[in-house]
């Protein structure tokens, strides 16, 4: 294990009807992964999800969901990114970290339900989750 630790500097606030976004999206895609950016603001370490958008040009397999950073166009608005794991684990893997993107990075593990969805920071510390 390299994750043990567990530090709650940062918090996320995600919208009821983003997550449910997130949720039937992953859904959809079992058993393959998918990846959405996710939008929103970030305000005294509290990040706010209020929207998704699905990146241009995506690639995803069982194990793989990624897409070249360089195609997203610069924009403020964007915090982070959620992806899924098929496989059930809500840990980030080491590719996860490498390729870290925004303020924070959610995971769903399947079978996605409501309190399938983790946050981590980049130094891959689970961040709480507050549903609004
Ligand atoms: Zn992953």
Not at 64 to 89: E, K, Q, R, T
Request: contains cysteine; neutral net charge.
């Amino acid at each position: 294990m390299i994750f043990k630790k567990k530090k709650l500097e940062r918090q996320v606030s995600l919208k009821k009807d983003v997550r449910d976004g997130i949720l039937s999206y992953c859904k959809m895609n079992h058993p393959n992964e998918c990846i959405l950016i996710l939008r929103g603001k970030s305000k005294q370490g509290n990040i706010i999800i209020d929207s998704l958008v699905v990146p241009p040009f995506t690639e995803t397999g069982p194990t793989f969901a990624g897409f070249p950073h360089s195609f997203l166009p610069f924009d403020l608005s964007y915090v982070g990114m959620i992806h899924s794991h098929p496989s059930g684990s809500a840990e980030p893997s080491l590719p996860d970290l490498h390729n870290f993107f925004g303020l924070i990075s959610l995971i769903v593990k399947s079978p996605y339900e409501d309190d399938d969805i983790f946050a981590w920071n980049s130094k891959g510390e689970s961040v709480k989750i507050t549903i609004i």
